[in-house]
């Protein structure tokens, strides 16, 4: 039988807890949420001190640089490090072609527009977007939690706490975008940023906290019968 949840963490006795060691899994970390802050600290600054747009990329361009070379060096994973890399690729292309400083952080700002369209209607259709974190786990049959209704309904929860931060992200930085404070700009994108995230996560953890929803029996992964232990039939 194809197994509900893949893995499930020793000692787990509830849905709540297999999610929430899936959620503890996908975090980047501090180290993570300091090298995607530093390349737009250091963009604000240049580009405040200087109003030179060029001079600016480049400074948030050689961060990542750093932070992707010591990550090379320490032979650590090189994942959020590249994500920097290429979210300044990104922002420096809009910026660049338009000319305006703001467009740097235009793309992050249609990311979330777009991410809270997704979270919401995955939720619509019952499909919540928290629920292939959990698949991701279950190679094999990673849609594997759509047969769990009690899955079903702890990711719809979830996939609304992380639709409401894209929400907030959306409601603060678009007015700041077309009135053009870039310096603001950057000070929210920090502030929405790593520390609303782990808000998202503090309210996601009270939620699985609160849940005691058990685990099926076919949940589990069969225990291995031990060796020489077999029953012989005359």
Same mark, same amino acid.
């Given at each position: +039988?194809? !197994?509900?949840?893949?893995? /499930?963490?020793?000692?787990?006795?509830?849905?709540?807890? /297999?999610?929430?060691?899936?959620?503890?899994?996908?975090?980047?970390?501090?180290?993570?949420?300091?090298?995607?802050?530093l390349p737009t600290v250091a963009f604000v600054a240049v580009w405040t001190s200087s %109003?030179?747009?060029?001079?600016? !990329?480049?400074?948030?361009?050689?961060?990542?640089?750093?932070?992707?070379?010591?990550?090379?060096?320490?032979?650590?994973?090189?994942?959020?490090?590249?994500?920097?890399?290429?979210?300044?690729?990104?922002?420096?292309?809009?910026?660049?072609?338009?000319?305006?400083?703001?467009?740097?952080?235009?793309?992050?700002?249609?990311?979330?527009?777009?991410?809270? &369209?997704?979270?919401?209607?995955?939720?619509?259709?019952?499909?919540? +977007?928290?629920?292939?974190?959990?698949?991701?786990?279950?190679?094999?049959?990673?849609?594997?939690?759509?047969?769990?209704?009690?899955? &079903?309904?702890?990711?719809?929860?979830?996939?609304? $706490?992380?639709?409401?931060?894209?929400?907030?992200?959306?409601?603060?930085?678009?007015?700041?975008?077309?009135?053009?404070?870039?310096?603001?700009?950057? $000070?929210? %994108?920090? /502030?929405?940023?790593?520390?609303?995230?782990?808000?998202?996560?503090?309210?996601?953890?009270?939620?699985?906290?609160?849940?005691?929803?058990?685990?099926?029996?076919?949940?589990?992964?069969?225990?291995?019968?031990?060796?020489?232990?077999?029953?012989?039939?005359?």
């Amino acid at each position: +039988m194809s !197994l509900v949840l893949g893995h /499930v963490p020793e000692g787990a006795t509830t849905v709540e807890e /297999v999610v929430r060691h899936r959620l503890v899994e996908g975090v980047g970390g501090l180290r993570g949420s300091v090298e995607a802050a530093l390349p737009t600290v250091a963009f604000v600054a240049v580009w405040t001190s200087s %109003k030179n747009l060029t001079a600016a !990329l480049v400074a948030s361009a050689a961060i990542v640089l750093v932070s992707l070379t010591v990550r090379l060096v320490q032979r650590q994973t090189l994942r959020y490090a590249l994500g920097s890399l290429a979210a300044v690729a990104i922002a420096a292309f809009f910026a660049l072609r338009s000319g305006r400083a703001q467009d740097v952080f235009l793309p992050g700002i249609l990311y979330s527009c777009t991410m809270l &369209v997704v979270t919401l209607l995955s939720v619509v259709t019952r499909w919540p +977007m928290v629920g292939f974190i959990v698949g991701a786990a279950h190679p094999e049959d990673p849609l594997a939690w759509r047969t769990h209704h009690g899955i &079903v309904r702890l990711c719809q929860r979830l996939t609304l $706490v992380l639709a409401a931060m894209y929400a907030i992200r959306v409601a603060v930085m678009l007015p700041t975008y077309f009135a053009g404070l870039v310096g603001w700009l950057g $000070v929210e %994108k920090i /502030v929405l940023g790593w520390p609303l995230y782990l808000a998202a996560i503090a309210v996601m953890g009270a939620v699985l906290l609160r849940g005691h929803t058990p685990l099926d029996p076919e949940d589990l992964e069969p225990a291995a019968e031990p060796e020489g232990n077999h029953s012989i039939e005359d």
